[in-house]
């Protein structure tokens, strides 16, 4: 039984709903104590299996004073069969409407059908027993039931589906982002759908766990002012963990850079904005649209951004420039994320009616996206046409294997066969057959009792000596660091055996200086119970003694559970202070000095692209090294017959990038030459060629996990996981696109770096861990207290900054690169 994972019960939905509002369906109980109504299911209405959810709760409590009252979300079964109750304690204001938020992780085996049971109880003094019987760490117990509800949510977006999270009613033709045709769940000209939800800031949430679903937010209508105290908060470590924020300017009363109007204005870029009236958008129409069709406003206002003279690298950086060099879309680096400005009025009238921007244009040059965008028509249209469904391949399939701890249990399984075939032999014929040629058949019974008992013995001190004695831990990691940038963040798929039974607790957060126990860290950090979809697609066995267990749903870093000396699998995310040491530019002597950088090359008589040296000290080689140069965004216009017009993009790339493989692994203290690497002048360096290989090292006969990918792979999966959005889409001319695969990323998401491919950096993916030679995770995990180790792989992504370089409003030259080196160009 050592390493077994025990299955899930039930099947994930394939229903994709975006709006809850009027959708859930909430039945009080008996009358009681404390209202319970549910106001939102999910951050915009929509919940998807796998992440986690922000539920909006408000209650009022008729009792005559104000009471401490413990609010559980309940959501059936973990893999273990166990209960996680995800709580939250508050003080009631009796007779007052108050509204709180409750996180939980929706499970994937989640479904429509499935309802979630949110109680009020009264809260007991710590220490006390809780009526329930469940365990806890953190949460008060609880007492007497006050009230209950209990809810069908209706908002569902599937696994394989990601999320555009829109602040406002103004789509501003994000929408064609979840496109797609009639059953399908791939857009028709590309990959991952992207469903846009839409709330208000009023809806927003207090916690970051409750924007985890979103990659990049649209900030496009309503006053910055409404999002203060924990909900500013939970915004700003959203981004620093990696979320991209694009606030789009209001044409009147713009509050976003007044320090008094807004708590978010210091993650803004450090520019100066100046406001002009009465500009013709025509000017920016290769910004807008790919071609000289389409009414564009004669009369907008335009958002100037001029960056500040002492702004720091990453503090200003320039993303699109008008005809005359002028800053209409600007962006700051934070922490892992960004906070993108745009300038321009995209929520005008005749903008809006004609669907416009153009998103493959304008949108996916601002969030890091690839591949057309039809229309609903056009999409119906192509599917009519011979366009018929592709395959679905996830590059998250490898996970369930790289963290099962198939070794022990391997063991166990050898002994106990090995033990009852001698068992077999020596009770059954061949130890006969020994009394038969002494004649002593007349004992073969006591010969039988006597093996039964010596067999019973060598099993048991087997067991007992293979069992493990200490926790073991097997982990899939990803961690992320911009160069620069003070943070770190992790995410790790783990599968901990906690070798006795009872209880333990399982923590993530950022140890004390020395490593010996948990410390206190700036952020939350994040635990969960996880199941795979593969697992939930078969179904889940329950141990008998299954109980339930408390999760703190504003701080579910620690978490106490149940232990049976098997293993519980668990997706943890964490986000602090830099604890591996990443690749760092270098003098010609290998010292790190504040005058070292990874530059473009400027001498012309050399086909290298870059100029410097790095060098990095993590613990271990760095694997399967790829190094992706974002030189610029394409440029906006070509030469057409009738002269320079607006550049379609079709299915190319949004920039000029690169690939380079190292060819051996990357040691500790190695100086590689920047110069070196990045001279090879052939096509198969070009970026587009090294994705499209990615995507073939999927094939759809592994979708969902029905075979094992080989090492080689496992890490070309992972590296997709990464560039998802830049993955080769179909073109619009093939006829065979029934066998084109469709990618997704079920179960992983959130791990995407497209957003800088729209801005010049450095890109470094590798692995430090083989299947040989797995090392440890670089995400702090305490058991009771006590640090562990876990062996495993950790893809390691790396961002080096450059300065910015936005994208030409002139027909596209080579003069950037160097002579010979190959060119990416759109259109």
């Known amino acids: 039984m050592l390493g077994r994972v025990p299955l899930l019960w039930g099947g994930l939905a394939a229903l994709v709903l975006l709006w809850l509002t009027p959708a859930i369906l909430a039945q009080t109980e008996a009358p009681s104590e404390l209202q319970i109504e549910v106001e939102r299911f999910g951050v915009g209405g929509a919940i998807r299996p ?83 019987g469940a365990i806890a760490v953190g949460t008060a117990p609880a007492g007497r039931l006050l009230g209950q509800v209990r809810v069908t949510p209706k908002g569902y977006i599937p696994a394989d589906v990601g999320v555009i999270a829109m602040v406002g009613n103004r789509p501003m033709s994000l929408s ?13 000209l590309g990959h991952e759908l992207q469903e846009l939800v839409t709330l208000t800031p009023a809806e927003l949430p207090d916690r970051w766990m409750g924007y985890l679903p979103f990659e990049s937010m649209v900030w496009g209508v309503g006053e910055p002012g409404e999002v203060r105290g924990e909900r500013a908060v939970a915004i700003r470590e959203w981004v620093n963990r990696g979320g991209h924020l694009v606030i789009v300017l209001p044409p009147v009363g713009e509050n976003w850079t007044n320090p008094s109007a807004s708590e978010l204005h210091d993650l803004l870029p450090r520019v100066t904005v100046r406001r002009r009236e009465g500009v013709d958008l025509e000017r920016y129409r290769p910004l807008l649209v790919s071609s000289r069709e389409g009414r564009l406003p004669r009369e907008s206002v335009v958002h100037e951004f001029i960056p500040a003279v002492d702004a720091a690298p990453g503090e200003a950086v320039r993303l699109f420039a008008g005809p005359d060099g002028e800053c209409v879309v600007a962006r700051r680096l934070v922490g892992l994320g960004m906070v993108t400005l745009v300038g321009l009025d995209l929520a005008h009238r005749v903008l809006l009616e004609q669907e416009l921007p153009s998103p493959e244009v304008f949108w996916n040059r601002v969030l890091g996206q690839r591949g057309e965008l039809p229309t609903t028509q056009e999409a119906e249209a192509r599917r009519t046409q011979n366009f018929l469904s592709r395959s679905g391949v996830n590059f998250a399939q490898d996970i369930p294997s790289e963290i099962a701890k198939t070794r022990t249990a391997a063991a166990g399984v050898l002994l106990g066969f090995v033990v009852f075939v001698a068992y077999w032999l020596i009770a059954g014929p061949l130890g006969y057959a020994i009394l038969k040629r002494r004649a002593q058949v007349q004992h073969s019974w006591l010969a039988y ?48 055996l906690i070798p006795w039974y009872g209880q333990a607790t399982v923590q993530v957060a950022t140890p004390t200086p020395d490593g010996s126990a948990p410390g206190k860290g700036e952020g939350i950090d994040v635990a969960a119970a996880w199941e795979s979809i593969q697992d939930a697609k078969v179904g889940v066995g329950a141990f008998p003694d299954s109980r339930p267990y408390v999760v703190d749903a504003r701080n579910p870093g620690a978490i106490r559970v149940p232990t049976r ?6 997706q943890l995310d964490w986000a602090g202070g830099p604890r591996w040491k990443m690749p760092v530019p270098v003098d010609d002597a290998g010292d790190a000095t504040p005058t070292a950088a990874i530059k473009f090359n400027t001498d012309r008589s050399t086909k290298a692209l870059l100029a410097g040296k ?46 380079y493989k190292l060819a051996n692994p990357w ?17 198969s360096a070009l970026a587009s060629e090294y994705l499209s290989r990615l995507l073939g090292s999927q094939s759809t006969s592994g979708f969902q996990g029905a075979t094992r990918s080989n090492p080689g792979q496992v890490i070309d999966h992972l590296t997709a996981l990464s560039l998802m959005s830049q ?31 729209t801005q010049p950096c450095v890109i470094i993916i590798g692995a430090i861990g083989t299947s040989n030679e797995p090392a440890d995770t670089p995400t702090p995990i305490f058991v009771d207290g006590q640090p562990i180790e876990a062996t495993g792989r950790t893809l390691v992504r790396w961002v080096y900054p450059l300065p910015d370089d936005p994208p030409s409003m002139s027909p596209a030259s080579d003069e950037a690169a160097p002579a010979g080196v190959p060119t990416e160009r759109g259109g």
Not at 459 to 483: C, Y
């Open 449 to 496: 009792a006597m093996a039964a008992l010596v067999f019973t013995g060598i099993a048991w001190g087997g067991a007992t000596m293979i069992r493990p004695r200490k926790v073991e831990a097997q982990h899939l990691s990803f961690i992320d660091h911009v160069f620069g940038q003070p943070v770190q963040r992790a995410r790790t798929w783990v599968g901990i």
């Open 176 to 188: 064609r982002y979840g496109v797609r045709g009639q059953g399908e769940r791939f857009r028709p």
């Open 727 to 757: 993955l080769a889409p179909p073109k619009r001319e093939r006829t065979d696109v029934s066998s084109f695969p469709a990618a997704n990323r079920a179960g992983a998401q959130g791990l995407d770096l497209g957003k800088w491919f």
């Open 565 to 570: 000396s098997t293993v519980k699998q668990w």
């Open 667 to 683: 040691q500790p203290g190695q100086v590689i030459d920047m110069s070196v690497v990045s001279s090879a002048t052939s096509g």
């Open 614 to 659: 790095l060098k990095h000290e993590l613990p271990a080689a760095l694997n399967d090294v790829v190094i992706i140069v974002v030189q610029r965004q394409s440029s906006l216009v070509r030469i057409g017959a009738d002269g320079p017009e607006p550049r379609p993009l079709v299915g190319n790339m949004i920039c000029d990038a690169r690939a």
């Open 50 to 132: 796998g992440d986690w959810a922000g539920v909006r709760i408000r209650i009022n409590d008729s009792a005559p004073k104000a009471r401490e009252v413990a609010l559980r979300l309940s959501p059936r079964v973990d893999p273990d069969g166990d209960e996680p109750i995800y709580q939250r304690d508050v003080t009631t204001n009796p007779g007052q409407w108050q509204g709180a938020w409750i996180y939980w992780r929706v499970p994937h085996w989640f479904d429509q059908t499935d309802v979630v049971v949110i109680s009020a109880y009264e809260a007991l003094e710590a220490g006390g027993a809780d009526r329930t």
